[in-house]
């Protein structure tokens, strides 16, 4: 136990993050901040702040279709980005990358233009009882137009999913299998490479929800295998309104678009219209050009890092934080998975997540109370709430030392 008590050591490549991020540097209610919020959004570094400000300040023009300068250089900058997120996901092909605002509408795109019109009624979508809401809803509405049955795999009461059970629920009418790679809610780590190969095995295609995991992993699609895997940019360092969605070119190439309009097209006419290949088939209309252009340098801020000092970081940091948590009076820890990354989920005994979470940020703490955008797994605990917090590599143990300082003073008032 005392290992993973002992504070982590911030590797060198870490030691200055905080000084990137400038809103780490700002006060709230008179306290220094201390940031906890990660899994809701990351901050955002300066070279972000910078690129997107460049973008407005001296590129700004629409992509794709002009011949001056300014367009040129536009899209060169956001084509870059796709190029810097297909070395990142290690893609096979950077048209395997699409731009989407966030995982969100990248489940719905994948939902319109490749489930739906494989499915007849009485085939199945396999998910597991921890998605987030982004990863049910868009499957409750393609039942309701199709009449597929939407599968549930159970987990654990310590919140691991039941992995025998997922993989026994791949049949012969699943369509396809979809699992969130981490927990948002609880931190939970999903043995998504044994998902992927069993599915697979049995010819059922994947969907991997990496939301809350692409800040954390590293993450290699051609290693996993898997078909499809969406993102959120403001989760990975870059701005809101951008995200993504790798899907297997071969797969990608049969699908109908998601939505029409201009730049999805190979040509139109009142007789009909022929589409452009992937990615452009899928991503209709003026993009979030800044918002793309900010997720390739976030890419870059994370590689200056290195994906594996920040992992091996962050998974002494979150130990070290669940044990505080576990250990502080008054606090009930929400699923104690096998694997945890970036969050912990905790009740306490006599306060309402959001008494908790008003009484932190009086002490500059930000933290999230709430579902989580996970109200099946809040039913699965029997409970409507949980207080969350989640860490990023900027984090330290000084953070969860002032957590665990207010949260004795909650204890005291509520205990
Ligand atoms: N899946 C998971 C696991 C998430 O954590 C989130 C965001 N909290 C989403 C999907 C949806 O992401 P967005 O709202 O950015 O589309």
Excluded at 76 to 105: C, H, M, P, W
Excluded at 218 to 227: N, R, T
Excluded at 353 to 373: K, V
Aim: proline letters at 5%.
């Amino acid at each position: 136990m005392t290992d993973t008590l002992s504070p982590p050591t911030i590797p060198e490549s870490l030691k200055k993050a905080r000084e990137d991020f400038p809103i780490l540097k700002r006060e709230v209610n008179g306290k220094p901040l201390v940031y906890l919020d990660n899994a809701a959004s990351t901050q955002k570094p300066q070279s972000v702040i910078d690129a997107v400000t460049r973008y407005y300040s001296q590129e700004n023009a629409n992509i794709h279709r002009g011949v001056h300068l300014l367009s040129a250089e536009a899209t060169a900058a956001y084509e870059a980005a796709r190029g810097k997120l297909a070395r990142y996901l290690n893609a096979a092909d950077e048209s395997e990358v699409i731009f989407t605002r966030g995982a969100t509408e990248s489940v719905n795109l994948i939902a319109y233009s490749f489930v739906e019109p494989l499915v007849q009624p009485g085939d199945e979508i396999l998910i597991t009882h921890m998605e987030h809401h982004a990863n049910i809803v868009p499957w409750q509405l393609l039942c309701e137009r199709t009449g597929a049955i939407l599968k549930v795999a159970p987990i654990f009461d310590n919140g691991d999913l039941d992995i025998d059970a997922y993989l026994s629920m791949i049949g012969p009418r699943t369509k396809l299998a979809a699992a969130v790679h981490v927990s948002n809610a609880i931190g939970t780590v999903n043995p998504i490479e044994r998902i992927i190969q069993a599915a697979k095995a049995k010819g059922v295609p994947t969907l991997i929800d990496a939301a809350q995991s692409i800040q954390h992993m590293d993450l290699d699609v051609q290693a996993l295998d898997c078909d499809f895997l969406v993102f959120s940019g403001h989760k990975l360092f870059a701005p809101t309104g951008i995200g993504g969605l790798y899907g297997r070119r071969s797969l990608l190439d049969g699908m109908r678009p998601y939505q029409g309009g201009g730049d999805m097209i190979a040509h139109v006419s009142f007789d009909g219209t022929t589409y452009k290949e992937p990615p452009s088939r899928f991503e209709a209309g003026t993009p979030h050009i800044a918002g793309g252009i900010g997720l390739g340098v976030a890419v870059d801020y994370i590689q200056s890092i290195g994906r594996n000092v920040m992992q091996d970081y962050e998974s002494q940091l979150i130990k070290y934080a669940a044990n505080r948590l576990k250990n502080a009076p008054g606090v009930q820890l929400i699923g104690e998975p096998t694997h945890r990354a970036g969050a912990i989920s905790f009740t306490m005994e006599n306060a309402h997540p959001h008494d908790i979470g008003t009484i932190l940020d009086t002490e500059g703490i930000a933290i999230r109370s709430g579902h989580h955008c996970c109200e099946p797994l809040m039913t699965r605990f029997d409970i409507s709430a949980t207080a969350r917090v989640s860490i990023a590599l900027y984090n330290n143990h000084e953070d969860i030392d002032a957590l665990i300082s207010s949260l004795a003073k909650v204890n005291a008032l509520f205990g």
